[in-house]
């Protein structure tokens, strides 16, 4: 989720995973998918870091 500007290394496939997505043991069993947006990162003078997504399943209407 992070990418060095000085070596490159976004280019080279050399970044960190820096960023994270943090929940409840309940709520963690409802996270379907998870990414990390590289596609955020290839734009004109972009952050250092990309944005981390998660997908839970949670039913709204039951809350």
């Keep these: 989720s992070y990418w060095d500007y000085r070596n490159g290394d ?3 496939r050399r970044g ?3 960023d994270y ?3 409840s043991r309940a709520h963690a ?3 379907r998918a998870d990414l990390i947006d ?3 990162r290839k734009g004109t ?3 250092d870091h990309a944005p981390v997504l998660g ?3 949670v039913d ?3 809350a």
């Design 10 to 12: 976004f280019h080279k």
């Design 16 to 18: 960190l995973r820096i």
């Design 21 to 23: 997505l943090l929940s």
């Design 29 to 31: 069993d409802l996270c």
């Design 38 to 40: 590289r596609n955020a």
């Design 45 to 47: 003078k972009p952050s």
């Design 55 to 57: 997908l839970f399943d």
């Design 60 to 62: 709204v209407a039951g």
